[in-house]
């Protein structure tokens, strides 16, 4: 992917992010910055720290050491883990989005999909029954589900409807930041392929600045500007996607590459 147009000063800066579990290091001192619009990806082998540093930066787990700072739209630049936590509740109903890679915990099964997108606004202070419902119509026919299963469970959806679903969800509060943990694992190949176009439309049409964990290099190349290349907890190589894909330095990098060319 060519690198998008940037504006001045990035939108997360993450400085020497870090957590342990017990003796173990799950995250060593990771830093890295997000412009408007970029997407990179966090790659890495199973239990490469990857999953825990999305969670970190994404404040749904504390680290141990390190600073995430955000661009608002309002406000500046804030130290999400210096902002009350109620405040960081409403950021990440705001500006943030967070894809999970089962879309279970990303619904609520019990209720309809348009009550699922609806949700959020409602968060927000949104009652008028009939702007709820269009504007949850809207983002339905935007991830390419048909509006007319609204009322619907989201138990009677595939695993890619979910998926769409649980990104309507996400976008319906037009956030400007997207954390997604391996948002294509687990399904079909024609279904991944079609949810990895929507995807890469989505962040482009709406200029979403997005953090995506996988450990398919295929996701990597087809929707990131850049990569970080992580392994125990460190990262090892980062840099464009195109060039860490088509040239990589580190030979934990050489390896991943290697075992998808010669697997």
């Known amino acids: 992917m060519t690198e998008p147009a940037h504006v001045p000063g990035p939108i997360l800066r993450v400085t020497g992010i870090a957590k342990r579990f017990g003796n173990r290091i799950a995250v060593d001192k990771v830093s890295f910055e997000l412009y408007a619009g970029e997407v990179l990806a966090v790659v890495g082998e199973s239990g490469s720290g990857k999953t825990t540093l999305l969670e970190c930066v994404s404040a749904r787990q504390m680290p141990d050491a390190g600073r995430v700072e955000f661009l608002t739209r309002h406000e500046g630049v804030v130290d999400v883990y210096g902002l009350a936590e109620s405040a960081r509740r409403l950021l990440a109903r705001?500006?943030?989005?967070?894809?999970?890679?089962?879309?279970?915990?990303?619904?609520?099964?019990?209720v309809s999909a348009g009550a699922n997108v609806g949700e959020r606004l409602m968060a927000l202070g949104e009652r008028h029954y009939g702007r709820i419902r269009d504007t949850a119509a809207h983002w339905l026919s935007r991830v390419e589900m048909d509006a007319a299963r609204m009322d619907d469970s989201p138990k009677t959806f595939s695993g890619g409807m979910r998926q769409r679903l649980q990104i309507a969800r996400n976008l319906v509060t037009q956030p400007r930041l997207i954390f997604m943990d391996e948002p294509t694992s687990g399904l079909d190949v024609s279904v991944q392929a079609r949810l990895l176009d929507l995807l890469r439309s989505l962040t482009r049409q709406l200029s979403l600045a997005a953090v995506v964990v996988t450990h398919d290099l295929a996701v990597a190349r087809l929707l990131a500007h850049r990569m970080m290349v992580m392994k125990d907890g460190c990262v090892v190589e980062t840099g464009l996607t195109d060039q860490v894909l088509d040239d990589p330095q580190h030979p934990y990098t050489q390896l991943l590459v290697s075992s998808v060319l010669h697997p």
Request: proline share 0%; no cysteine; hydrophobic share 35%.
């Open 94 to 110: 705001t500006d943030w989005g967070y894809v999970h890679q089962n879309a279970i915990e990303g619904l609520r099964m019990n």
